[in-house]
């Protein structure tokens, strides 16, 4: 059973649950999650849930009729998400919005062998090493590793590239020296059954890879992630890696079934090995690919820069070339699936952060467009002169910018008070899961009308804007008769006006651009509305170490949500109620379709956080717990200073 406790709970309420718990021979984990505590009970014994309902501390009493308990749906019914962090202050995790790749050679054979692979498979696009330096082989007599020394060059390898390390572990025996170089245990096929190992293992609390076994059942495999769970970790990645079957085309048959069969079974993130299901290299790249398109977090295979040389699994092997193919037709799957591929920050990026630690160098906050976009006004009216303004060409590029740590915070327009709201950039955040909304702010928009020197009203054919500013401005373009033509952003129109040199041509834009590219104002004022406002957002990452929560000391004042709704009659108005019961004024709710997911929407809002309310952290994280008794896959986008 799983056991929700109050928040207000004493130590004493939650001591007398356990007692009561270990007295009836259950075993007990506690799992502290961010809005919620729990206990997971599990044992031989049935015990009648009524008898700890009742006990003082407890919220409410989940049973739990699977034999695998903690990996089951019932136990977490949202997706879990495995945080493995690297050594560049960055945090890759697996499930969740993001694809991950893991790549590498099949054995640690040299130092060489390892440094060329990291880089190879760095540059294309894995975020991590794997590599065996204990390996199990159906002959006595095949390469069995380099052992330590093997872990040592891994290690080295992945250091040098950012990339944490994951290796197989094959005996209990060996844990001891495998957990000073090993960030991502790997348990093989040979040893999915192997409870001891996975008991021990489960006891480190570490990430581990499980892989299925040669004729494992899909609940037998479940029941050997319960052995991690319930000794210890919650960090369990399920890896199909292919089932014997009587086909002998393939070295094994890779079940990519089992990916929505495990989806609506278990939490636990799905990756996939095409490598040892295919075991012939020119077969695994469309399976690497079908695994992601079936559903699958992430891949993991094997790649060699020599495979002709290699002492284990040479004919599986991919070349770098072919993995750095795969990995460009995965980044091209990943919209099309609602999803991005998570990429290393890059080892520039990271000496930038270093440096500007040790300089006091200003950070970085990118906006789309040029230089003069009413993006660049917005940064210099949030952030003073406390920040670099540097230039991007689309909204997508902002958050990739920022997820990146090429910029360290990005300014996103949101809604317009006349043209509405700007969907990609609501598309945009709920795709990456790992940026925040830390700040926000209103700008009035004032357009005027920019040519170059000797144009008029009379002289213009064409006039360039975004299309956000056109929209805005519809009413003084009807009564012109001009060509409108789109641009990525306001100051782009004024740039590409001052480079065509023509007085057929005009922008819509900021009147600070006529000074920037040489320009005259036509007229100013030319928006439909005077009280004419665009809100931006302020994003940040949070999957590094030291994320930035909020900007500057004010106190926040709001935040933004996305939720889904459960396919029921009256879900959105329970959903709504919630809110209302809160006193939560809601000033924004927008929906919009989930890739991949037809007739299925998020729902976007923003609430505004009472004055009186003394720690809006913990009141909006209650709240978000309560959300989600009613809705489904409730998140927290920021809660920020607007």
């Known amino acids: 059973m799983v056991i929700v406790l109050k928040k207000d709970i004493s130590t004493s309420e939650k001591e007398n649950i356990k007692s009561l718990l270990a007295a009836r021979s259950l075993k007990i984990n506690e799992l502290k999650g961010e809005e919620s505590t729990v206990f997971a009970a599990v044992g031989k014994l049935a015990m009648d849930v009524r008898e700890v ?35 560049r202050g960055q945090i890759i995790r697996v499930g969740g919005s993001r694809l991950v790749a893991i790549a590498g050679p099949c054995a640690v054979e040299s130092r060489q062998q390892m440094l060329d692979a990291a880089k190879a498979v760095s540059a294309s696009g894995a975020t991590m090493l794997r590599g065996g330096a204990y390996k199990p082989r159906t002959s006595p007599y095949s390469f069995q590793g380099l052992g330590e020394e093997g872990l040592k060059y891994l290690k080295e390898a992945g ?18 020296v495998m957990k000073d170089y090993v960030d991502v245990y790997q348990v093989g096929a040979r040893n999915m059954q192997n409870f001891e190992l996975l008991k021990r293992l489960g006891a480190l609390g570490k990430p581990v890879i499980l892989k299925r076994g040669l004729s494992a059942t899909i609940e037998e495999w479940l029941m050997s992630a319960e052995y991690l769970l319930s000794s210890g970790t919650d960090k369990v990645i399920l890896c199909e890696r292919g089932i014997r079957t009587y086909e002998k085309a393939t070295r094994n048959t890779l079940d990519l079934s089992a990916i929505p069969v495990l989806r609506s079974m278990t939490h636990l ?19 690497a690919l079908a695994s992601i398109a079936a559903g699958a977090d992430g891949i993991i295979v094997e790649v060699h820069c020599h495979p002709e040389q290699a002492l284990s699994d040479a004919a599986q092997a991919l070349y770098p070339a072919q993995f750095d193919k795969i990995m460009r037709d995965i980044e091209s799957l990943a919209p099309v699936m609602g999803k991005e591929v998570a990429h290393i920050r890059s080892v520039d990026s990271q000496k930038k952060a270093n440096a500007e630690k040790i300089t006091h160098k200003k950070p970085i906050c990118v906006f789309s467009g040029m230089k003069g976009a009413y993006a660049e006004q917005a940064i210099e009216n949030f952030f003073e002169d406390s920040v670099e303004a540097q230039t991007v060409d689309s909204f997508d590029e902002i958050f990739q910018a920022v997820v990146d740590g090429k910029a360290d915070y990005g300014m996103v327009p949101i809604e317009n008070s006349t043209a509405g709201s700007v969907y990609n950039n609501y598309d945009n955040l709920t795709r990456y899961e790992d940026i925040s909304i830390v700040g926000a702010l209103t700008l009035r ?57 023509s007085t057929e041509n005009a922008a819509i834009c900021n009147a600070r651009n006529a000074k ?24 940040a990452a949070n999957h ?94 920021g809660i920020y200073a607007e």
Request: hydrophobic share 40%.
């Open 269 to 287: 993130p799905i990756i996939v090995d095409p490598s040892h299901a295919l075991g012939v290299r020119d077969k695994i790249p469309p399976m």
């Open 159 to 176: 250091e040098k590239y950012g990339l944490p390390v994951v290796t197989e572990i094959v005996a209990s025996e060996y844990i001891p």
């Open 544 to 637: 590094i170490e030291e994320p930035v929560k909020q900007w500057g000391e004010q106190k926040p004042n709001m935040a933004s949500f996305v939720f889904t709704t459960k396919n029921e009659a009256g879900a959105l108005y329970d959903a709504l109620g919630v809110f209302k019961n809160a006193s939560l004024s809601m000033n924004r709710l927008e929906s919009r379709p989930i890739a991949g997911k037809p007739w299925k929407y998020w729902f976007y809002c923003d609430v505004v956080i009472p004055s009186e309310c003394e720690n809006p952290v913990e009141m909006i994280t209650a709240f978000s717990e309560n959300l989600k008794k009613v809705a489904e896959d409730v998140r927290i986008l």
């Open 53 to 87: 309902e009742v006990l003082p501390g407890v919220e409410k009493v989940i049973p739990i009729s699977k034999p695998y308990k903690m990996a089951s749906r019932e136990f977490k019914p949202e997706n879990s998400i495995v945080e493995i962090p690297n050594n």
């Open 445 to 501: 928009i004032q357009h005027s009308l920019l040519a170059v020197k000797g144009a008029s009203l009379e002289t213009i054919k064409n006039v360039y804007s975004h299309p956000q500013g056109l929209s805005q401005c519809s009413n003084f373009l009807k009564s012109q008769k001009w060509n409108a033509v789109d641009t990525v952003s306001t100051a782009t129109a004024a740039a590409l006006v001052a480079e065509k040199k």
């Open 516 to 539: 920037i590219y040489g320009l005259e104002v036509l007229k100013e004022g030319v928006q439909n509305e005077q009280n004419n406002y665009t809100r931006f957002v302020v994003i």
